[in-house]
């Protein structure tokens, strides 16, 4: 059985949050959020270059 968790980017860019998912050898991520835009570089729904 694979275990599910969940995360958080505030206070992070994306490659910080990319260092954190590969420490946790996440293997998959999915974008759960209603609305998949943010202010942020980086973290509004599109494909992912890593």
Do not use: A, H, W
Not at 32 to 39: E, F, H, K, L
Not at 41 to 46: E, Q, R
């Amino acid at each position: 059985m694979q275990e599910l968790l969940t995360i958080g980017y505030e206070g992070l860019n994306t490659d910080q949050f990319i260092l954190l998912l590969k420490s946790g050898d996440v293997q998959t991520v999915m974008d759960i959020r209603q609305m998949p835009q943010s202010r942020k570089p980086g973290f509004s729904k599109s494909r992912c270059q890593y």
